[in-house]
T-cell receptor
Framework: AQSVTQLGSHVSVSEGALVLLRCNYS??????LFWYVQYPNQGLQLLLK??????LVKGINGFEAEFKKSETSFHLTKPSAHMSDAAEYFC?????????????FGKGNQVVVIP | DAGVIQSPRHEVTEMGQEVTLRCKPI?????LFWYRQTMMRGLELLIY????????DSGMPEDRFSAKMPNASFSTLKIQPSEPRDSAVYFC??????????????FGPGTRLTVL
């Protein structure tokens, strides 16, 4: 079964500093990987996804993530944090095969941006 | 497009009462998912449908939970009887084509359920 691990439930970052959220996956087959963001009192919104094309994936709001098979990782980064980046971020994995796009989500990282 | 629509946004009920949550997926989407989000367990998939047919309900906690999708534009998640431990945010999501596993799931705003 597929799964993802996100360490550190709360992440504090200073405004203007690098945002780095770590995600490691476990999958017996080639995975598809996703990062979603959840703003307060809202549903989840897709930031970016890896679908076996380019290993460096660029998403919305200046975020990007790099797929590293050797490290089974898909870490999310943003060079300079904005106050508006305060939200919860979820990494998710699905099987790269036909059948369904059932997602397995990580526990999430609550990002706090310090002025 | 209006996106995925869920109602009600908030529901407060007493233990033992029946609760019905509603979802309207994005028009043209073949897949519909119901999730539950709690602090303790995070985001859990409860059940999903393909073309109105339930495909996997292994995440449904127990027989008190049931879900239906009578047509392509409407789904319900029912809890009967409700218990305090059912308190959570329930999300509905839809996607265009689940056979292409990279298809994005679009989430509704959620229903915050409180069972007293």
């Amino acid at each position: 079964a597929q799964s993802v691990t996100q360490l550190g439930s709360h992440v504090s970052v200073s405004e203007g500093a690098l945002v780095l959220l770590r995600c490691n996956y476990s999958s017996s087959v080639p995975p598809y990987l996703f990062w979603y963001v959840q703003y307060p009192n809202q549903g989840l919104q897709l930031l970016l996804k890896y679908t076996s094309a380019a290993t460096l994936v660029k998403g919305i709001n200046g975020f990007e993530a790099e797929f590293k098979k050797s490290e089974t990782s898909f870490h999310l980064t943003k060079p300079s944090a904005h106050m508006s980046d305060a939200a919860e971020y979820f990494c998710a994995v699905s099987r790269a095969s036909t059948g369904n796009n059932r997602l397995a989500f990580g526990k999430g990282n609550q990002v706090v941006v310090i002025p | 497009d209006a996106g995925v629509i869920q109602s009600p946004r908030h529901e407060v009920t007493e233990m033992g009462q029946e609760v019905t949550l509603r979802c309207k997926p994005i028009s043209g989407h073949d897949y519909l998912f119901w999730y539950r989000q709690t602090m303790m367990r995070g985001l859990e998939l409860l059940i999903y449908f393909n073309n109105n047919v339930p495909i996997d309900d292994s995440g449904m906690p127990e027989d008190r939970f049931s879900a239906k999708m009578p047509n392509a534009s409407f789904s319900t998640l029912k809890i009967q009887p409700s218990e305090p431990r059912d308190s959570a945010v329930y999300f509905c999501a839809s996607s265009l084509d689940g056979h292409r596993n990279a298809d994005t799931q679009y989430f509704g705003p959620g229903t915050r359920l409180t069972v007293l």
